[in-house]
C-alpha cells in the first residue's frame, strides 16, 4: 500500500490543521490506520489509531479532546484534525496502514508508512 500524507504547515498556537493521507494499492477499508510523530530530536510516539470501519479510535493522552480521527473509506483517506495547537505539538507527522483491521498504538502493528509532512506551531 502506497500513502500520501499531506496538510502539514505552519500555524499559531491555539490554531487548527487538518491532515490527509490518501492510501493506494490496498483495499482501504480492510486496515486500520494510524497517526505517529516525531519531533526533533525524540523518538517517534503514537497519536492515534482508528479501525478499519472508523467505528473505533484510540489517542494518546496528550491529545484527547483536541485531535480527531477519521476516514473516509470512500475516498480511501484517513483525516487528523488537530484543534488548540501547542508549540509542543510541533513534529513530523505520519500516517501508517496496519496488518489488519484492528486500531492498535503499536507502529510494530503497522507495515506502510507515508512520507510524513511537518506541523510546525509557533508560540
Known amino acids: 500500500v502506497q500513502l500520501q500524507a499531506s496538510g502539514g504547515g505552519l500555524v499559531q498556537a491555539g490554531g487548527s490543521l487538518r491532515l490527509s493521507c490518501a492510501a493506494s494499492g490496498r483495499t482501504f477499508s480492510n486496515y486500520g490506520m494510524g497517526w505517529f510523530r516525531q519531533a526533533p530530536g525524540k523518538e517517534r510516539e503514537f497519536v492515534g489509531t482508528i479501525n478499519s470501519s472508523g467505528g473505533s479510535t484510540y489517542y494518546a493522552d496528550f491529545v484527547k479532546g483536541r485531535f480527531t480521527i477519521n476516514r473516509d473509506n470512500a475516498r480511501n483517506t484517513v483525516y487528523l484534525q488537530m484543534n488548540t495547537l501547542k508549540p509542543e505539538d510541533t513534529a513530523v507527522y505520519y500516517c501508517?496502514?496496519?496488518?489488519?483491521?484492528?486500531?492498535?498504538?503499536?507502529?510494530?502493528?503497522?507495515?506502510?508508512w507515508g512520507q510524513g509532512t511537518l506541523v510546525t506551531v509557533s508560540s
Open positions: 501508517a496502514a496496519g496488518r489488519s483491521g484492528w486500531a492498535s498504538t503499536l507502529a510494530m502493528e503497522y507495515d506502510a
